[in-house]
């Protein structure tokens, strides 16, 4: 083992195993977290709660299950031979194939040896006078490591509401972020889908196309752009490739959500009407996340996110042939794009069918679920199965399931009582030595995932290369750096429409939950310079100790 260093201290039983580093998850962050530190030497060890590699994308099988980014530019950038060899079969891969992705990398760069499946981290604790973290894991093994890595992910840890009657159901009830391995097969049955956001938005038309008849029982309609999905040619693929340095490097440095797009150059109100829906056509044409690039103010202004939002309503009307169903799907109660925008395939034609009924659950949500239906309005809607399509405890979910004990034993769940406070997302004070991947306080969500989790490992990584270097043993964000980036992240928040929606981006669709803006809106390129001029000043920002604890070589 090549530790950071030895293990000072106490005396402790044999079955504790120690190592450098313990990773959590064992998705694209974990994964790619232990290739970089392993190429650096450190000894690391990976716990994943799933059976196999894939984070969201393990669980995530839901029908029609794909990614809102496109594949050519949702996939590693870190290899280039990786890059070139793979093959991806569509502009939006579907779930299965983003998985076979993960475990091609997995063994590609052997990586399984060092990852332990079916297996939480239950409980970590900061031993302030060893400087490591004692971790228990949900099999009962004892570790020790110097540096913890939660690498959890934002989106997995899915969300059953507090719906009454919802354990006297007796059909099969799913849910989307849970999809059984064997998949659903629902033909002939008649099925309840609960929610509209994204995961809905995939699987209703597949769901459909497969039930005898499905109700879609929704609370808040939400904003969709068709995919434009398509099998990838050889020569769009080669177009990507040969493009790769550029493509790469924009959406790294250049962009504000990690994607490869053309940039608009004015704001929707500086084109007249005609030249705007022209503009506005083109973007629904070619489909995806960029529609929300057609101009530059649509996430600032008012009046100009009214334009693109009426544009989308009035393609609902066209779309749906009933009029009364058409304006129950179209959103009124959010500027377009301050809820992540939905990209789907055949949507909001789904409802035309005649095996496809929309129930408003507006505004007293649904009454109660019975044996064999869901009340709403008094009225039974019978089904023989439900899929709750209810989303996320997103960004904080995942970390809250660890009892995770710092400074003076102080819970990581206590301080994140009133929302989550980080440095850079990336550490919080009073949690020494441990890093956040993609956490919230960081672009994560708002961006091309991929990209946002490469930029962490790479800091990461970079960061406990240099400790080790200079003999350094303890990393800790400082409060007064953390009060003075959380407060910057409210206030670039503050500057834009987003907080105006009740979105899991601000825990508004989890009781009880702090409503607090979590990612960080200033744009991927902004926020990667920012953490390398960190790192460029000594980590800034972080205080920094070496084995003798009154040896402080960095703070700020
Ligand atoms: P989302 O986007 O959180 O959507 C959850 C949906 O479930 C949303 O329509 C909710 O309505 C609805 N919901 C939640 N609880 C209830 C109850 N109790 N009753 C009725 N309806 C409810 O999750 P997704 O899985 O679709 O997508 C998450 C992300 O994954 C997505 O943004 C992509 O990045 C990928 P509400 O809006 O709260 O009224």
């Known amino acids: 083992m090549s530790a950071v260093s030895s293990i000072p201290g106490k005396n402790h039983a044999g079955s504790v195993e120690a190592c450098d580093v313990i990773v959590v998850g064992a998705g ?14 450190f000894s690391v060890k990976v716990f994943e709660q799933g059976g196999d590699v894939g984070g969201t994308w393990y669980w995530n099988r839901y029908p029609g299950a794909r990614c809102d980014v496109e594949s050519m530019q949702y996939s590693y950038s870190f290899s280039d031979e990786l890059q070139r060899e793979w093959d991806w079969s569509e502009r939006y891969a579907p779930q ?80 989307t972020g849970h999809w059984p391995h064997e998949g659903v097969d629902f033909t002939d049955q008649r099925v309840g889908i609960i929610g509209t956001g994204s995961s809905a938005i995939q699987s209703v038309p597949v769901i459909a196309s497969q039930a005898r008849h499905l109700f879609v029982f929704q609370r808040t309609p939400n904003f969709s752009i068709p995919a434009r999905n398509a099998a990838l040619t050889d020569e769009e693929r080669e177009a990507f490739r040969r493009n790769y340095p550029e493509i790469r490097r924009f959406a790294r440095e250049d ?6 797009a053309e940039l608009p150059d004015r704001g929707a109100l500086d084109d007249g009407e005609n030249a705007r829906r022209a503009k506005y056509e083109e973007r629904w044409e070619k489909g995806g996340l960029t529609f929300m690039l057609a101009y530059n103010n649509l996430l600032l202004d008012q009046a100009a996110n009214d334009t693109a939002a009426n544009f989308v309503r009035e393609k609902i009307a066209e779309i749906v042939a009933d009029p009364a169903t058409a304006r129950i799907l179209q959103p009124d109660n959010h500027p377009i794009g301050t809820k992540r925008i939905c990209v789907d395939t055949n949507y909001y034609a789904t409802f035309n069918r005649p095996n496809v009924t929309l129930v408003n659950i507006r505004p007293h949500g649904i009454e109660e679920i019975r044996d ?12 023989d199965a439900l899929v709750l399509a209810t989303g996320f405890d997103a960004m904080t979910g995942s970390v809250a399931k660890i009892d995770i004990l710092g400074r003076g034993g102080a819970t990581l769940n206590q301080k994140w009582s009133d929302g989550p406070k980080t440095y850079l997302g990336l550490m919080s004070a009073g949690f020494p030595n441990l890093f956040i991947i993609t956490g919230p306080g960081s672009p994560s969500v708002l961006s091309n995932m991929i990209v946002s989790i490469e930029q962490h490992v790479d800091w990461i990584a970079d960061c406990l290369a240099f400790m080790r270097g200079r003999g350094l043993e303890v990393i800790e964000a400082t409060r007064q750096a953390e009060e003075k980036w959380v407060a910057h992240v409210n206030d670039v928040a503050e500057t834009t429409l987003y907080p105006q929606a009740n979105s899991w981006y601000m825990g ?25 001029e960190v790192a460029a000043k000594g980590y800034e920002g972080f205080a920094m100790t070496a084995r003798e604890p009154e ?5 700020s």
């Open 28 to 41: 694209f962050a974990g994964m790619y977290m232990l290739h970089r530190l392993r190429k650096l030497g």
């Open 96 to 175: 299965p194939e983003i998985l076979k992705y993960a475990r091609h990398v997995a063994d590609r760069f052997n990586l399984r040896p060092d990852i332990t499946f079916n297996t939480r981290v239950d409980r970590a604790e900061f031993d302030e006078n060893s400087n490591h973290w004692e971790v228990t894991t949900s099999d009962g093994r004892q570790l020790r490591a110097a540096f913890l890595v939660l690498a959890t992910g934002c989106l997995s840890n899915a969300r059953v509401p507090e719906i009454k009657g919802l354990s006297e159901f007796k059909g099969k009830v799913y849910h």
């Open 255 to 260: 962009s504000r959500n990690a994607i490869y």
């Open 372 to 383: 064999h239906a869901v009340r709403v309005g008094g009225n039974d809607y019978e089904i």
């Open 508 to 532: 508004a669709n989890i009781p009880g939950k702090p409503r607090i803006f979590m990612p960080y809106i200033g744009g991927v390129g902004v926020y990667r310079k920012i953490c390398d």
């Open 551 to 555: 040896r402080v070589v960095a703070t």
